[in-house]
DNA sequence: TTTAGCACTCAAAAGATTAGAGTGCTAAAA
DNA sequence: TTTTAGCACTCTAATCTTTTGAGTGCTAAA
């Protein structure tokens, strides 16, 4: 049962909240009431705030502090109190700018999302490359480089791109490689892994080898749940108070080192979330013990049913969420707008 | 001219250099005496140290504290006092076989460095990709994805692979484009970027713009002084007591998100020191303020006279000499092993 | 040349004092 | 009934003092 908040209840959780992300330190009842011009005496701030503990909004450090938002706060802050603000105009187009600027390449896409990101939100940023629901073949391609060794390039459905070095077993020249090439793109153009492993096995000793291996990296890339993981602003964290004190936060900052666990994270905001739903996921929300002082902000892009990532922010619970939300809608927007074009052959 | 030390001075001077990285704390003549069970007593201890001081090898944080080396200390240390010892058998193969069970790709390659340095000396790990001394053409595919987009692979002597999309002005099928690819093929291939920019215009259209993109790719792949910048290890250096302390260290760790400085120093590396060299760069020999603090150990790989690259570690000054100059050696000789292998097709 | 002995220094820890920011409560004012 | 002025009370943080002991440098004896 939700207890009910008088407007002048929300008004203040409001600017307490709002007052502490900015500041990072207890609010007093007098400095709200100077700070906004209040219409009423600090006294009465004080009873309101009593009330907000009450109700598990607000927190004393000690007896004699004032006041800092709960989990619970912050929750009621986001959901209910926050006015949901576009990005300026302005910025919007710097940014998407930069990315119609840079060359067509997902990889440095993700890259500069990563940096945006982090730079406009003063957080760490993490992005997922785009992952396909269902992987379908495009296209090998088979270029000798020195005697047996030979680049393998395939491509899928989509634009993800893996490179592979083999050795065979002797020199093989490169018109054999091409032609052995031709016949399996032809072949298997378009097919998902599931028609693919139906296939008969080849007569040619070379050809079936090489299809062995596409199965292989097929097999190897569906099995993944999301592409790989870029992620920028690590400094940004080093920098606040929090950070410096807390033996806490800088065990979060392990998990991002250790790739798996965010994927994983970030895979289930794939899951649950839709295109352009936002996900703001704040202290034990994470389920995640180390991130326990920590908050999310994360959303999932791409073109939906077809080619999906995820990408957010992650930083301290006394993160700006009223910068960091619109930047994140905007970002996975942008991105999704830009690989459904890239899709779309206009 | 440089002081002459007595074997007596260098022996103290060793274990105090020893002592400091292992504790951390001022070293005191006593502590030396039990620990290491000196035959003479303290107060001979301290009559060395004070020689010691004088030439300015050990500093005193203030009077009555014990000794820390110094800059001119710690190089003393490495290049007089320090026994260069092997990594020890067991874990060279552990790590080799890591190498060997990955599959044969750079990028991949490339973060094992990166992740085993980080983890083996505990201190921030640098690795800048393999990069040609001379970029010549070995071939180049094009691919298409949907509509006018076209997927571009450029692949150089030495295999580095670029990719890009492009966007062409109108559909091609994919026939045409291989026709395209095979004809640039053929001229192109072992061409340094000179040569190629000798070459006179193409009379197809397509084969124009692509031969045009190919020169700038080539270009640009010419300009960078090294390949991509994998590092890892950042939250090693988050525990160590003097980086929590000084700002200073926070800042160090800034100009690590700053590629561009970090890709100069280690081309500076590239430049200075023959392959299988070893540098060891201490505080100020940087030349960087900001690294004022910091100690860096740094090799060159590669096959000589073709494709290099540097790899090595950041630390605080006193990471541990003795646990990291054989590691770096030791990864970078590995690293130069692969490479060749993989060049000298055997 | 080495070392015992001792006076001296200084950082760090522990304690004591103070200042003041901020609260909660009560009782008066609106 | 709601608001607020007033005031006692609490508790941190800052400042200052004292104490402790680790460690030195120097001197003079071994």
């Given at each position: 049962m939700m207890p009910v908040l008088s407007e002048r209840q929300k008004r203040i959780l409001l600017l307490v909240v709002r007052e502490y992300i900015e500041s990072g330190q207890p609010v007093a009842s007098q400095t709200l009431v100077r700070r906004y011009h209040l219409e009423f005496s600090p006294a009465t701030v004080r009873n309101e705030m009593a009330a907000l503990s009450e109700m598990g909004y607000l927190r004393q450090p000690h007896t004699s502090a004032g006041r800092v938002p709960t989990e619970e706060g912050y929750?009621?802050?986001?959901?209910?109190?926050?006015?949901?603000?576009?990005?300026?105009?302005?910025?919007?187009?710097?940014?998407?700018?930069?990315?119609?600027?840079?060359?067509?390449?997902?990889?440095?896409?993700?890259?500069?999302?990563?940096?945006?990101?982090?730079?406009?939100?003063?957080?760490?940023?993490?992005?997922?490359?785009?992952?396909?629901?269902?992987?379908?073949?495009?296209?090998?391609?088979?270029?000798?480089?020195?005697?047996?060794?030979?680049?393998?390039?395939?491509?899928?459905?989509?634009?993800?791109?893996?490179?592979?070095?083999?050795?065979?077993?002797?020199?093989?020249?490169?018109?054999?490689?091409?032609?052995?090439?031709?016949?399996?793109?032809?072949?298997?153009?378009?097919?998902?892994?599931?028609?693919?492993?139906?296939?008969?096995?080849?007569?040619?000793?070379?050809?079936?080898?090489?299809?062995?291996?596409?199965?292989?990296?097929?097999?190897?890339?569906?099995?993944?749940?999301a592409g790989e993981v870029y992620f920028d602003g690590l400094t940004n964290v080093l920098e606040s108070p929090e950070f410096i004190e807390s033996e806490e936060l800088r065990h979060a900052l392990r998990l991002l080192e250790e790739r798996t666990l965010l994927k994983n994270l970030l895979a289930r905001t794939v899951e649950q979330s839709h295109i352009g739903g936002l996900q703001v996921i704040i202290g034990s929300d994470a389920g995640w013990e180390e991130l326990r002082q920590c908050s999310m902000v994360l959303a999932r892009y791409g073109v939906p049913g077809m080619l999906t990532g995820a990408?957010?922010?992650?930083?301290?619970?006394?993160?700006?969420?009223?910068?960091t939300i619109p930047t994140v809608r905007f970002m996975a927007d942008l991105l999704s707008n830009l690989f459904n074009e890239q899709m779309s052959n206009l």
């Open positions: 929750r009621f802050f986001v959901t209910h109190l926050m006015n949901q603000v576009e990005l300026p105009e302005e910025l919007q187009h710097t940014i998407t700018h930069q990315f119609y600027q840079s060359k067509a390449d997902v990889d440095e896409w993700m890259q500069l999302a990563a940096t945006i990101l982090a730079h406009q939100t003063r957080a760490v940023s993490l992005v997922t490359a785009p992952h396909p629901e269902q992987v379908r073949f495009k296209h090998v391609e088979l270029i000798s480089t020195q005697g047996r060794q030979v680049l393998m390039v395939l491509v899928i459905e989509g634009g993800e791109v893996s490179q592979q070095v083999l050795a065979l077993s002797e020199p093989v020249p490169q018109e054999r490689l091409s032609q052995v090439a031709q016949r399996l793109n032809q072949s298997l153009r378009g097919l998902t892994l599931e028609a693919i492993l139906n296939q008969p096995r080849r007569s040619d000793a070379l050809e079936q080898d090489i299809f062995t291996l596409i199965v292989q990296d097929l097999r190897r890339i569906a099995e993944q749940p990408l957010g922010v992650l930083g301290p619970m006394r993160m700006s969420y009223a910068r």
